[in-house]
Every structure is written in structure tokens, then in C-alpha cells.
């Protein structure tokens, strides 16, 4: 299936299940569990993965398609980013990051990176919005793994300057490309729960 149809099949499905989950009551908190909320609230980190299960090309165009559809400030889009599905690469990955061993059991990682040649022209490797722009396409990602049914972790690189420079160094990137973080992804072992983060203590309302 083309990834546009897999793009426009997906949206059909929400918004069928939306109109026919949807309450009566016009209380907006009763509007609140809506599939595109619900994706969100029940997403959770996923570090074990069924083994010798691939995930399609169209699959992996889709999720970044997703991540490259995140707000970016003045619209410089100055992401990058590596899609590995080779198991000799996800191998060598997980040997220089110590927190990111799930990758030798994943299916996929999805390296997210910046590319200082497409930055605001003041932006550098240690500062710039360059960090909000590809954390948000981070986060996108996660999101549509989970929402294909997939899962997903967000494994730090930035601003750790020796993952930094392992990273670079194993997949072959110039000075220019920093890579933010390593995502592995594969369809989840076993059951997962989500946690549950709301605390309404953390909110101010006009004034601190």
C-alpha cells in the first residue's frame, strides 16, 4: 500500500471512530477522549520487541512523514534524519550507547537530527531553536509509532557529547549533523501500560 493511502486510510479510521464515539453532551472535558487525545495519554516508552518482525518501507515513510509535519520555527525545517533497519548497524549502535541496548532487539531506529546548514543563520551546535524544532519532530514520531501500533523509545544523544560524537562517527555524518536522539522501534513484547502524568498541582492559571 502507498503511504499516502496508509496516511489517508488512517485519518478515515480516526475520524470514523470519533464520530461514532462521540458524545452527546456538549461538556468540552466529555469531548476530551477523543482517539487523536487518547493516542497521546496512552503512549508509553516501549524497550522490548518482538524479534524477526520487519517493518515495511511504507511504514517507515509514513512515521517520518509524520515527524517532518512538526511546528519549526520561521519554517526552516532543519531536520534530518537516518532510518536504520540494517541489524549489523542496529548492533553497532547499541554497543556505543549504553542506554539505547534495546536497539539490538528493535526492528528500526530512527536517528533525529539537526542540520545546521538549513538553521536560523545565528544558530550553532550548543544553542538554537533548532533543538525545539527536531525534539517536536521527536515527538511526532513516537506518537505515529504508536498509533500504527508500533512501539517506540526516545534514547538521548544530545547535548551528551561522546554519544554525539559515537553516533557521528558510526553512521558517517559531517560536523553539520547533530543527532538529537536514537528512537528504536518495533512491535511491543508483551503487554504495556502507560503512566498515568496528570497532576494538576503543576498547573497556574494566569500567574504563577
Known amino acids: 500500500m502507498k503511504t499516502s493511502a496508509i496516511i489517508t486510510s488512517l485519518i478515515a479510521s480516526v475520524?470514523?471512530?470519533?464520530?461514532?464515539?462521540?458524545?452527546?453532551?456538549?461538556?468540552?472535558a466529555s469531548k476530551a477522549f477523543n482517539p487523536v487525545i487518547e493516542n497521546i495519554l496512552t503512549r508509553t516508552s516501549v524497550r522490548q520487541y518482538e524479534a524477526g518482525r520487519t517493518i515495511a518501507r511504507d511504514t517507515v515513510e509514513t512515521l517520518l512523514r509524520v515527524a517532518m509535519?512538526?511546528?519549526?520555527?520561521?519554517?526552516?525545517?532543519?531536520w534530518a534524519f537516518v532510518a536504520i533497519d540494517n541489524r549489523?548497524?542496529?548492533?553497532?549502535?547499541?554497543?556505543?550507547?549504553?542506554?539505547?541496548?534495546?536497539?539490538?532487539?528493535?526492528?528500526?531506529?530512527?536517528?533525529?537530527?539537526?542540520?545546521?546548514?538549513?538553521?536560523?543563520?545565528?544558530?550553532?551546535?550548543e544553542r538554537g531553536f533548532w533543538i525545539q524544532d527536531v525534539s517536536a519532530a521527536t515527538e511526532n514520531l513516537l506518537l505515529a509509532a504508536h498509533a500504527l501500533g508500533l512501539g517506540a523509545v526516545w534514547t538521548g544523544v544530545y547535548p551528551d557529547a561522546d554519544r554525539v560524537k559515537a553516533v557521528q562517527q558510526r553512521l558517517g555524518m559531517p560536523d553539520s549533523i547533530i543527532p538529537l536522539a536514537v528512537v528504536p522501534v518495533g512491535y511491543p513484547a508483551g503487554e504495556q501500560t502507560h503512566k498515568e502524568k496528570w497532576n494538576p498541582e503543576n498547573v497556574h492559571f494566569n500567574r504563577w
Open 88 to 125: 549489523e548497524d542496529l548492533d553497532s549502535l547499541a554497543a556505543v550507547l549504553p542506554y539505547a541496548r534495546m536497539l539490538s532487539s528493535a526492528s528500526l531506529a530512527i536517528v533525529t537530527c539537526a542540520d545546521l546548514s538549513k538553521a536560523i543563520e545565528s544558530e550553532t551546535a
Open 69 to 78: 509535519a512538526a511546528p519549526t520555527a520561521v519554517n526552516k525545517q532543519p
Open 15 to 28: 475520524m470514523t471512530l470519533y464520530s461514532c464515539t462521540q458524545p452527546s453532551s456538549d461538556n468540552v
